[in-house]
């Protein structure tokens, strides 16, 4: 009885699918190619410069942050509260904002800066192709 209890721990603990439940946005594929050397991306090629890109539920926004590898950051532009119709504002400081309820995130992790927030920004993962071409995935 033992082994077969066990046995029903592992396979219920090995099929279960990654499911960050603090995420409420829509799922949606991304996979955004960016050529650094053209007019509207090259200035990412400067530390702490940052563009919106299309992609995403209402966009992206991409970031060199000048360290780590890759040193770039994206994050959708969707108010991680799934209330607003517009797309998040980022400034070039530290934080992304949603304009319908004032809730700010971290450009860094995502993470809620105002109080009462649970829900993260959603980031997405960049891979460096090479010094001038990344591609933004959500997988």
Same mark, same amino acid.
């Given at each position: 009885?033992?082994?077969?209890?066990?046995?029903?721990?592992?396979?219920?603990?090995?099929? @279960?699918?990654?499911?960050?439940?603090?995420?409420?946005?829509?799922?949606?594929?991304?996979?955004?190619?960016?050529?650094?050397?053209?007019?509207?991306?090259?200035?990412?090629?400067?530390?702490?410069?940052?563009?919106?890109?299309?992609?995403?539920?209402?966009?992206?926004?991409?970031?060199?942050?000048?360290?780590?590898?890759?040193?770039?950051?994206?994050?959708?532009?969707? @108010?991680?509260?799934?209330? @607003?119709?517009?797309?998040?504002?980022?400034?070039?400081?530290?934080?992304?904002? @949603?304009?319908?309820?004032?809730?700010?995130?971290?450009?860094?992790?995502?993470?809620?800066?105002?109080?009462?927030?649970?829900?993260?920004?959603?980031?997405?993962?960049?891979?460096?192709?090479?010094?001038?071409?990344?591609?933004?995935?959500?997988?």
């Amino acid at each position: 009885m033992r082994k077969l209890l066990l046995l029903f721990l592992l396979t219920s603990f090995f099929s @279960c699918e990654k499911n960050n439940s603090n995420d409420i946005l829509p799922n949606i594929d991304v996979n955004v190619v960016l050529d650094l050397n053209l007019p509207q991306y090259v200035q990412l090629k400067t530390p702490s410069d940052w563009v919106y890109v299309q992609g995403g539920l209402q966009g992206i926004v991409v970031q060199n942050t000048g360290i780590g590898n890759p040193h770039y950051k994206a994050f959708e532009r969707a @108010c991680p509260n799934n209330d @607003c119709t517009v797309p998040m504002t980022f400034d070039g400081s530290l934080k992304l904002k @949603c304009s319908c309820d004032n809730s700010e995130y971290s450009i860094i992790d995502g993470s809620p800066q105002t109080t009462g927030n649970i829900h993260f920004a959603r980031e997405y993962k960049v891979n460096e192709i090479n010094e001038n071409t990344l591609i933004i995935t959500n997988y």
